[in-house]
């Protein structure tokens, strides 16, 4: 009877100790995630943890989906994303469409992120000033008001149907603080920079609705944020990367087709509505950002909802990325640079 007893203690402290061991492996885990690189800024309480946590060494990013298909000219649907819904700056609400682990598939494109939101309290604690080096951002807003303010002196708002393109180059200080709407909807994309241009000289632009061409055809409405839609060219068409970035308002069931390059990334984020793509008739919801291969027209068909999408489309870099937060580079090198920079205070060329 003692020795079955003793046995039962030894076994209990014995299992106790491998508790402890796996809640220990997964403090440490969460701790690993909590400093993960492929994060913007978001739920830190100063720039200075920021900066530390993303001295943490990079992920290595996935590598880049391969599809096999027969020779066609219509773009096909390649990749479905989702994203994740996430909390950025001090406490913006938002959805992560694309980011980190995407891109090597969507090259040149970093990052998207959607925001739709009625309740304010969703978005109003903003984006407080933060670092970008070597990226460029594109806020495009469809219905609200975001305030923003940056190093260069710039200071103003992106309004219904307005577009600010930053292009923060060898590096900005900038804030974006949005304002209590009755809608905040719209989204901002991450653009990288070539290697050679990833310390070109900040700068910044100001698309104004008034500014964007809009276009009617069969049902259709194409708004050009970037590049040129048969003839009418927006005033901007990105100086280092060239970027074709429609906003394309269907009613139910209007069809539509846009001639491609087999050279471009194309993808679209659906923000209303559903449609199907190409040859097949699978319908597509919204939230939803749809990768397509290489074709030389794309395709699509409104359901009877009718859909609203953003289109995008750029030739990839094929380019080395090392991510740093807000920081995207080439090499761990440049990367480490740039936090040191901040910690001088020397950032600012």
């Known amino acids: 009877m003692l020795l079955t007893e003793l046995l039962m203690i030894f076994l209990f402290l014995y299992a106790g100790n491998l508790i402890q061991k796996f809640l220990l492996s997964e403090n440490i885990i969460l701790k690993a995630m909590e400093l993960s690189p492929n994060r913007r800024y978001e739920n830190i309480p100063s720039m200075r943890s920021a900066l530390e946590?993303?001295?943490?060494?990079?992920?290595?990013?996935?590598?880049?989906?391969?599809?096999?298909?027969?020779?066609?000219?219509?773009?096909?649907?390649?990749?479905t994303v989702t994203g994740q819904r996430a909390v950025d700056g001090a406490g913006v609400r938002l959805v992560r469409v694309v980011g980190y682990n995407d891109v090597k598939d969507f090259d040149p494109f970093l990052m998207l992120d959607a925001f739709d939101s009625v309740n304010p309290e969703d978005y109003v604690k903003g984006f407080p000033w933060h670092p970008h080096r070597g990226i460029e951002t594109v806020t495009y807003l469809i219905k609200g008001d975001i305030e923003h303010q940056d190093s260069l002196g710039n200071k103003g708002s992106i309004l219904d149907g307005s577009c600010q393109w930053m292009t923060a180059g060898s590096g900005v200080m900038h804030q974006e603080m949005p304002k209590a709407s009755d809608r905040m909807l719209g989204a901002q994309l991450w653009l990288n920079l070539p290697k050679e241009n990833k310390m070109t000289n900040p700068s910044y632009c100001d698309i104004k609705a008034e500014m964007v061409p809009v276009v009617e055809e069969d049902g259709t409405t194409i708004r050009v944020i970037s590049g040129d839609y048969k003839g009418n060219s927006s005033s901007v068409y990105g100086d280092?990367?060239?970027?074709?970035?429609?906003?394309?308002?269907?009613?139910?069931?209007?069809?539509?087709?846009?001639?491609?390059?087999?050279?471009?990334?194309?993808?679209?984020y659906i923000i209303e509505g559903e449609a199907s793509f190409g040859s097949s008739d699978a319908v597509m919801e919204s939230k939803r950002a749809l990768l397509f291969d290489n074709g030389d027209e794309?395709?699509?068909?409104?359901?009877?909802?009718?859909?609203?999408?953003?289109?995008?489309?750029?030739?990839?870099?094929?380019?080395?990325?090392?991510?740093?937060?807000?920081?995207?580079?080439?090499?761990?090198e440049e990367l480490n640079k740039a936090f040191e920079e901040l910690d001088r205070g020397t950032f600012i060329k």
């Open 53 to 79: 946590a993303l001295k943490t060494e990079p992920e290595p990013i996935p590598e880049k989906a391969e599809i096999s298909r027969p020779d066609r000219d219509v773009t096909e649907i390649k990749k």
């Open 240 to 268: 280092y990367v060239k970027m074709l970035y429609l906003d394309v308002d269907m009613e139910a069931g209007a069809e539509w087709s846009l001639k491609t390059n087999e050279e471009d990334t194309l993808f679209i």
């Open 298 to 332: 794309f395709k699509v068909k409104a359901s009877n909802k009718g859909i609203r999408f953003l289109l995008f489309a750029a030739k990839p870099l094929n380019e080395p990325i090392a991510w740093g937060g807000p920081i995207v580079m080439n090499s761990r």
